[in-house]
């Protein structure tokens, strides 16, 4: 079955620059969402879309931005990068409609790594 | 407040045994959802099993199974036969409703669990 896919799942950047990560998630999902998970953290809830638009907004900087797409898939556009920012970033998906719609399931994730 | 809370930091356990991995939750809501997902050194996030609030039945998935007791809102996850490959660290995580019906995962600190042969 298709799985969350995430690109890239490395990137590194240096302080300063701009980063894009992509997420498609599962057909026929209507919910994506992004978390970030700092090393030896647990993951931290950033942003949510539902059909499209924003739903739910985390701890997520004014330095970052996502969208959805008419496709589904979502981007995280994270800009003038600190060091702090260096961590994973999963984007998960799930369908809220529908007796499927309790699971949530994640992407492989994508290492950022800013030096 | 915290609204997972996992108070295992680390745990140990033989090969072949079973074991429990704690967790308590915090919440208002009538209708949530409880996860646990493993996170394996490569870091990917592995769901393992799912229980609805409204769910009388403990939820099961091969050998991990979710002992739900609602009215101390705990939602220990139990391993059954610990094999090497379950060393790892293990999120409980609850899905809250959120006006509109849109719902979001809060996750605990985790649990490292490391299995020795």
């Known amino acids: 079955a298709a799985g969350v896919i995430q690109s890239p799942r490395h990137l590194i950047k240096e302080k300063r620059e701009t980063a894009t990560l992509k997420c498609y998630p599962i057909?026929?999902?209507?919910?994506v969402y992004w978390y970030q998970q700092g090393p030896g953290q647990d993951p931290q809830f950033l942003i949510s879309?539902?059909?499209?638009?924003?739903?739910d907004k985390g701890s997520i900087p004014d330095r970052f931005s996502a969208q959805q797409f008419s496709d589904y898939h979502s981007e995280l556009n994270m800009s003038s990068l600190e060091l702090g920012d260096s961590a994973l970033y999963f984007c998960?998906?799930?369908?809220?409609?529908?007796?499927?719609?309790?699971?949530?399931?994640f992407g492989e994730g994508s290492w950022l790594t800013v030096v | 407040a915290q609204k997972i809370t996992q108070t295992q930091p680390g745990m140990f356990v033989q090969e072949k045994e079973a074991v429990t991995l704690d967790c308590t939750y915090d919440?208002?809501?009538?209708?949530?959802?409880l996860f646990w997902y493993k996170q394996p050194s490569s870091g990917e996030m592995i769901f393992l099993i799912y229980?609805?609030?409204?769910?009388?039945q403990n939820a099961t998935e091969g050998r991990y199974s979710l002992n739900f007791q609602k009215a101390r809102k705990s939602a220990n996850l139990v391993i059954s036969a610990s094999q090497l490959g379950d060393s790892a660290m293990y999120f409980c995580a609850m899905r809250d409703a959120l006006g509109g019906g849109y719902q979001k995962v809060t996750f605990g600190i985790g649990t490292k669990l490391q299995v020795i042969p």
């Open positions: 919440t208002s809501d009538q209708s949530y959802g």
């Open positions: 057909p026929r999902h209507d919910t």
């Open positions: 229980q609805g609030s409204y769910d009388e």
């Open positions: 879309f539902y059909e499209k638009m924003q739903s």
């Open positions: 998960a998906s799930s369908l809220l409609r529908g007796n499927s719609g309790n699971t949530i399931y």
